[in-house]
């Protein structure tokens, strides 16, 4: 018989040998070689992004007739909704359909948004009449705002689903396990950045230009093209990503620990020599997924865990009740996102500086000098580009130049900066950008009052500094921020991160809108003129904003030093406690 079973396995060996097989071996999937799918759609669809991002203002100004406070809050309110409903589409993704497919869902959604707004702009009905006046324009009616805002509503749809699963379904791609997939998931990040930053840095040259000096219409079939083709590139790779399936809401899994704390809220910390924990083994089918070790921070979580007593398992040693009796790992994944909360603060903070730009900084272009020789008016979404200008320079110098000369000089790979650094110098650039800002609009305004006119004689360059630090708050603090929020925690919370990220830049934004409404309700008191929101920037203070914002920045940065800045050095790549 064990003859038999010999020849059996020598005449198999020989056949698999003997037999040519009917496929080449498999190529093994991931890697760079499908993120230059990924970062291919992403540049294309952030430049259908923010082609109207950049140059919404201007729209609304020109075509719509809106000004002031309600301007103001109607493209922060819209910016801040493009970046809070990434929290549902990371549940989505979680729950349902998988980064893939909701990316795929994300940019069905923004083709669709953009064609709306298209309509808007080819059909006279659906805006109110041109003026040609600073006084007694027509208003938009209900009908008006109402296809308007669900054309933007599209895109903030498309951009909650694309937003948190492309950086996430990057990283899925590389291995964080090894030391090499570890530096290459780091340079991800500033790539990511770069790529859609080099391209609508070429591309929204041409765009913003052909919208506000050509047509409109012509302007917004562009992205709405370029939307188009980033569906192609990213079907086009579909064969060469790691895919991995929904694991379940992380949402309903963190509500469950904190519920399940509370209820075991009498249980003392002397009861875990007593009380064993619940740990339920992972699925071995998801190898991406690792088992997180048990940790003595927030302890008081520890208890969602808590073996209190044997009937709250069944006869398979499963809970009977995730509401009451939850596992280790599920306490570890909250922890890990309640680890880094502090620092999150704080970068909320910094892009509150870095958001006034969009808005206020445009709005200063519009009452000054826009020459640039005697035939030629720049338009004033491309001060915005000069911050891309600047962070995409940085980038290749930070991931190029300062690695290439180190070998050269000293023979030795340059020390990268840690996410506390770049977090502090972005911090440092918030305060100089807003003091420079203040600066530069309390002298814009000064020669517009001493010559009388509307529009002031200063050059718009002035502003070029002021942008510039934007872009570098941009390159120090947010990709910090992103690479922290996504690869400092565990693989199944990195869609859920790239939300939270997204939702950072979606609370500076309505701070943004508050801090405006409120300083115009209260310096607008008695009668007074207030300092932002109306229609004459001759007649507010938008100097004296800025320096509020100014002293906000300050405040974070000893908030920041003194704090949050512990919590970093805390957890490693993957959610790993260092």
Request: hydrophobic residues 50%; charged residues 15%; aromatic residues 12%.
């Amino acid at each position: 018989m064990v003859k038999l079973d010999v020849e059996n396995a020598i005449h198999s060996h020989l056949s698999e040998h003997e037999i040519p097989p009917p496929f080449l071996p498999q190529i093994p999937k991931g890697g760079w070689r499908s993120i230059f799918y990924i970062l291919g759609n992403e540049s294309f669809e952030r430049l259908a992004s923010m082609s109207l991002i950049m140059n919404l203002p201007v729209y609304l100004k020109m075509k719509y007739n809106l000004y002031g406070v309600f301007l103001i809050n109607v493209v922060s309110i819209w910016s801040g909704c493009c970046n809070i409903f990434p929290l549902a589409g990371a549940f989505v993704a979680e729950k349902y359909l998988g980064r893939f497919r909701t990316l795929l869902l994300g940019c069905t959604a923004s083709f669709l948004g953009m064609g709306m707004m298209i309509l808007t702009a080819s059909i006279p009905q659906l805006r109110p009449s041109a003026c040609n006046s600073q006084t007694d324009c027509q208003q938009p009616d209900f009908g008006d705002l109402t296809f308007l805002f669900a054309a933007l509503g599209l895109v903030a749809i498309g951009a909650g689903a694309i937003r948190p699963c492309c950086i996430a379904f990057g990283a899925d791609q590389f291995q964080d396990t090894t030391e090499k997939g570890r530096k290459q998931m780091q340079s991800f990040y500033n790539w990511w950045y770069l790529s859609f930053t080099a391209t609508l840095i070429i591309a929204l040259l041409v765009v913003v230009y052909v919208q506000s000096k050509i047509s409109w219409v012509v302007g917004f079939a562009i992205p709405t093209a370029c939307l188009a083709l980033s569906v192609f590139i990213f079907l086009l790779g579909r064969n060469t990503y790691i895919k991995i399936e929904p694991q379940g809401s992380v949402y309903s899994n963190m509500v469950k620990v904190i519920v399940a704390a509370l209820r075991k809220g009498h249980l003392a910390h002397r009861d875990e020599n007593r009380m064993p924990f619940y740990d339920f083994p992972l699925v071995e089918s998801v190898p991406q997924i690792k088992k997180l070790a048990h940790t003595d921070r927030f302890r008081c979580l520890d208890r969602a865990a808590m073996i209190a007593d044997p009937g709250e398992l069944n006869n398979q040693g499963i809970a009977k009740n995730g509401w009451r009796l939850c596992s280790l790992q599920q306490v570890e994944l909250l922890k890990s996102l309640v680890a880094i909360a502090p620092v999150w603060v704080s970068g909320i903070v910094c892009f509150l500086a870095m958001d006034q730009q969009s808005v206020n900084g445009i709005l200063q272009v519009f009452q000054m000098d826009q020459s640039m020789g005697p035939h030629f008016q720049i338009p004033p979404s491309w001060l915005s580009v000069w911050s891309m200008i600047v962070l995409s320079v940085w980038i290749l110098i930070y991931e190029f130049v300062l690695p290439r000369a180190s070998l050269r000089f000293s023979g030795e790979e340059c020390k990268r900066l840690t996410i506390v650094q770049r977090i502090n110098i972005g911090i440092v650039m918030a305060i100089l950008c807003m003091i420079t800002a203040g600066v530069v609009e309390e002298k814009r305004r000064s020669l517009a009052l001493q010559n009388g006119s509307f529009v002031s004689p200063i050059s718009v360059a002035f502003l070029l500094p002021q942008f510039a630090l934007s872009g570098l708050i941009e390159a120090f603090a947010a990709i910090a921020m992103m690479e922290l929020l996504t690869s400092h925690v565990p693989e199944n919370l990195r869609t859920v991160g790239g939300a939270i990220f997204f939702l950072s830049l979606s609370i500076a934004s309505y701070l943004t809108s508050s801090l405006v409404s409120a300083i115009h309700g209260l310096t607008g008191m008695n009668g007074k003129i207030p300092w932002i929101g109306g229609r004459d920037l001759n007649d507010s203070r938008l100097d004296y904003y800025y320096y509020v914002i100014a002293g906000l920045s300050i405040v974070n940065l000893a908030y920041f030093n003194l704090f949050a800045r512990k919590f970093v050095g805390r957890v490693g790549v993957g959610g790993e406690v260092m």
